[in-house]
């Protein structure tokens, strides 16, 4: 039997076709670890199987062993904290939040407390929340009366008129100081401690977040971001939170009243003022009530503004965000002119809140305070609910989601690790953050830094606005108060996430 011989084989081509193909599996496996190559993704991680399910619990059936050990590889679990018994613990601080009867409710608009109304059981009212990209309080003019001997304007002009119209507080705060911070400080009150809650372990826990509890009240709800749809993990973590619609960059482009791929900024996402145009009018399709949240993204790097508005928002000084942030400011007018005109609007609780700060000048503003100095306004256009002015005490992101529960009169209890503000008097607000390793607390005149094991510093930040002195020994007793109250809430925190116990489980 006569054997084939074997052709040559060329060695040039089959290096060079096999090295071609590594480099393209290379290539695709990059892209896929990446969630894609485009400037709007970023790494995928665990929480972004919750991005593909219709039922949360069934995310891990999208995971598979090998990606899952690729990501956990190496991450530690928060730390076991032992501060306090848990006896000791839920008397000094509970993220429990249980309803407030009625009556209580009624009496308690002294002038200790935010001012309000109680919502008709048969009224409910919209929510609104703006997430805007950077949009740090220094750029807010009506914030900074006091800078630069009073002659300090800022950068946003429609912004301060809306400020006189809306219930403010004197120090306001972003809990983290990256994007994928402030979704779920905003929307599930979850503060940024040790890594950002959207990549770390605890991602897959069970949580309520506000669309999710409103969901209960019967709620529809959506969220809006006009960058590539699935960037950033916050299509997941919006799922993840009970929000029921998801709008990107696919759902404007397929809108024929808008000029699609046309409006896109060439980086990031859909220039501001045509997305924001593009939610206002996508709310009117939405049954009442409903809660939408929007997240901005013009105020971004590479810092440009779309070319017919170049002449009209030019550079100012070495600051190029600040060209962006009079756009965002403009883009924000005109999407209340559109709002105003629509029958929802009168009905409709409004949050204007920042993500994070970014490029400030200010020196007050490059503290270790300062750097979490964001923007946060509530709006009641009816009146009916909300009272204008400016309350003489502290609001951070987390205390979004309880307050406007509050507000709305949600009726069961829930987790939330910020304050109901219409329910605690001024000089009890406070605000958290994690800043590289030291947990800070401002209370009062007061700010604390602690690293888990002991007090680094004490300022008085009244009369020590850029953190100078350090009077920790000075003081022992406002010292030990707050380093009591803060490692109540570390180990609140440290101990929920670790046990999955972000929810309250009904009693059968």
């Not at 690293?451 to 002195?469: G, M, W």
């Amino acid at each position: 039997m006569h054997n084939a011989q074997r052709k040559p084989v060329n060695l040039v081509t089959y290096y060079t076709v096999h090295s071609c193909v590594f480099a393209l599996f290379v290539f695709l496996t990059i892209c896929g670890i990446r969630g894609g190559m485009t400037h709007a993704v970023r790494p995928i991680t665990i929480s972004n199987a919750t991005q593909y399910v219709k039922n949360i619990k069934d995310a891990p059936v999208v995971l598979n062993t090998p990606f899952s050990l690729l990501r956990t590889m190496g991450k530690k679990t928060y730390p076991k904290l032992a501060y306090f018994s848990e006896e000791e613990l839920d008397k000094i601080y509970s993220p429990v939040k249980e309803p407030l009867p009625s009556q209580l409710a009624e009496e308690q608009t002294d002038s200790s407390s935010t001012a309000r109304l109680l919502i008709p059981t048969h009224q409910k009212k919209n929510v609104v929340i703006l997430i805007v990209e950077s949009f740090g309080r220094e750029f807010v003019g009506a914030y900074n009366t006091q800078l630069d001997g009073g002659k300090y304007k800022g950068y946003t002009p429609f912004v301060d008129s809306l400020y006189q119209h809306s219930l403010s507080f004197d120090l306001t705060f972003a809990n983290g100081r990256k994007s994928i911070d402030a979704m779920p400080s905003i929307l599930a009150s979850i503060p940024m401690f040790i890594e950002p809650y959207i990549t770390g372990h605890a991602a897959m826990n069970d949580v309520n977040g506000l669309a999710s509890l409103l969901g209960e009240m019967g709620y529809e709800s959506a969220f809006f971001h006009g960058a590539e749809n699935g960037s950033m993990g916050f299509q997941a973590f919006a799922n993840t939170t009970g929000f029921g619609k998801y709008y990107g960059r696919d759902e404007y482009n397929q809108d024929k009243r808008f000029k699609g791929n046309a409006d896109f900024d060439g980086t990031w996402a859909i220039w501001d003022e045509p997305f924001l145009q593009f939610y206002a009018l996508k709310m009117k399709e939405m049954k009442e009530p409903f809660l939408t949240t929007i997240f901005t993204a013009s105020s971004h790097h590479p810092f440009a503004v779309p070319e017919e508005y170049k002449a009209r928002f030019p550079e100012e000084g070495d600051n190029e965000l600040h060209k962006c942030i009079r756009y965002t400011d403009y883009s924000l007018r005109r999407f209340f002119e559109t709002a105003s005109r629509q029958p929802w609007f009168k009905n409709t609780l409004f949050v204007l809140t920042s993500d994070h700060t970014n490029q400030p000048d200010h020196d007050v503003y490059k503290t270790d305070m300062g750097l979490y100095g964001g923007c946060i306004l509530f709006y009641d256009p009816s009146g009916e609910v909300i009272k204008p002015g400016r309350k003489h005490g502290i609001a951070q992101q987390i205390d979004i989601m309880p307050t406007l529960l509050g507000l709305l009169n949600y009726d069961k209890p829930y987790i939330a690790f910020g304050n109901d503000l219409t329910r605690i008097s001024d000089d009890d607000t406070w605000a958290v953050s994690y800043n590289g390793g030291i947990y800070q607390l401002v209370r009062g005149d007061w700010m604390l830094q602690f690293d888990s094991e002991q007090v680094k510093a004490l300022y008085q930040i009244k009369n020590d606005k850029l953190l100078q002195h350090n009077i920790a020994e000075k003081h022992p007793d406002v010292r030990d108060n707050m380093s009591k109250l803060l490692k109540a809430i570390m180990q609140s925190y440290m101990s929920r996430m670790n046990h999955n116990n972000l929810i309250i489980h009904e009693s059968k």
